[in-house]
């Protein structure tokens, strides 16, 4: 376990004024780090330091209980800042959703003691090789004192290189999911470093091998609870997803237009016409509105599907479920195509100097077209179309 003093965050204002100077430390070596594959273990402790990765506890365990909209803004900073960092701890407050929804009154203050510590939760739930996404194979087999065995293998692990505690996605006797959270070093327990994605390349979004790893009884929380009933699960995962996207295409911009404003020559034709600087193309300036335009409104629906997630959190019911489902819905799939599009743009104003090897401006390409790829956009348009034209409400899972 990491030996961390962590800092205790007071409010939603703490929360954000502490993520701005990280966001701003991160930025520094952000490239370097990318370029290198360097994975960020000294940022990734700054950040458990910080008392960031605790303000979603509860008031009544300690914590912030800050509001998602506070939480959005957050990933949102330090995507924009490194895309890998901020995905790193994105199913770390996933899973102390989980703890907050389904934990026994003992796990909560177990669970919350140790994030409050600065103790850090990775993942391990996805699989590969299966028939799609919810096909878990992993078993937990029931022993005969209570206790649990793990046994599987997980992919696309984000977190678990970094992690304390691995939260593993598996099936029980019953054939229902239920999640363990196992320590980082539990004998049978191995992270492969084996990410080899041509984007957040360190994210360290490896390999787990479960081989009879021991689970006390509890560790285990039953999270097939967590569906039968109205959830913000799905909502809460997507939505810092969301941000992640909205980040990266607001660092994108911020490059782009530094690109110009300090590197950039002045096409010959604008330089005919009067224009000294490739910043005072009007052109170039144009293009500029267009893509901070297209920025700022998946900001604005971001901010707005995390209210709607306070307005359900306050106020948990089907309709407002399904309300804060379908506006996470749309600024994930709005922020997708944001990211994408504006940092492919980004060397579309920049010029010929701009796709150089040695400035690693591709990485934001790379980080957008990686990360957008978590989910299909195309299924979250689909039930945005089938809530606004039939009324019907998203199905309860954990991917929307």
Same mark, same amino acid.
């Given at each position: ?17 502490? &993520?701005? %100077? ?31 990765? &605790? ?16 939480? &959005? ?40 003691? /140790? ?28 022993? *005969? ?39 980082? %070093? ?27 790893? *021991? ?65 005072? %193309? ?40 399904? /309300? ?77």
């Amino acid at each position: 376990m990491a030996d961390t003093t962590a800092r205790v965050i007071a409010d939603d204002a703490e929360a954000l004024a502490v &993520a701005a %100077d990280l966001a701003d430390a991160f930025r520094t070596g952000a490239s370097a780090r990318d370029a290198e594959r360097r994975l960020p273990h000294a940022e990734v402790d700054r950040l458990s330091a910080s008392g960031l990765l &605790a303000i979603t506890v509860p008031a009544g365990h300690g914590g912030a209980d800050v509001r998602q909209e506070t939480l &959005a803004e957050v990933f949102r900073l330090l995507a924009a800042a490194d895309a890998s960092l901020a995905q790193i701890p994105q199913s770390h407050f996933v899973y102390v959703n989980v703890i907050r929804r389904q934990g026994t009154e003992q796990q909560r203050k177990f669970f919350f003691a /140790e994030v409050l510590a600065g103790r850090r939760f990775g993942n391990a739930q996805s699989e590969a090789g299966t028939r799609h996404v919810q096909d878990i194979r992993t078993r937990l087999r029931r022993q *005969p004192d209570g206790s649990y065995v793990l046994t599987g293998v997980k992919h696309y692990a984000t977190g678990a290189l970094y992690a304390d505690w691995i939260p593993v996605l598996a099936r029980a006797g019953d054939d229902r999911l239920h999640v363990a959270y196992v320590p980082r %070093d539990a004998p049978g327990l191995t992270v492969v470093d084996d990410w080899d994605g041509m984007g957040q390349r360190t994210t360290a979004s490896g390999t787990v091998r479960l081989d009879g790893v *021991p689970v006390p009884a509890d560790r285990v929380l039953p999270h097939h609870l967590t569906f039968e009933g109205p959830q913000l699960h799905g909502a809460i995962a997507q939505l810092l997803h969301a941000a992640i996207d909205t980040g990266i295409a607001g660092g994108a911009l911020a490059e782009a237009a530094e690109f110009v404003r300090t590197k950039s020559r002045p096409w010959f034709e604008s330089v005919a016409e009067g224009h000294a600087t490739a910043a005072d %193309d009007p052109l170039l300036i144009q293009r500029f509105g267009e893509l901070a335009l297209r920025l700022r409104a998946s900001e604005a629906l971001l901010k707005e599907a995390a209210r709607a997630v306070d307005a359900a959190r306050a106020h948990l019911t089907d309709d407002t479920a399904a /309300e804060a489902s379908v506006a996470v819905a749309a600024a994930k799939a709005h922020a997708a195509g944001t990211a994408v599009t504006l940092a492919d743009a980004l060397f579309e104003v920049s010029g010929t100097r701009s796709t150089l090897n040695s400035l690693n401006l591709h990485r934001h390409w790379r980080d957008a077209r990686t990360h957008t790829l978590h989910d299909p956009v195309r299924w979250k348009i689909q039930h945005l179309g089938r809530y606004v034209l039939n009324g019907t409400r998203p199905p309860r899972h954990g991917l929307l």
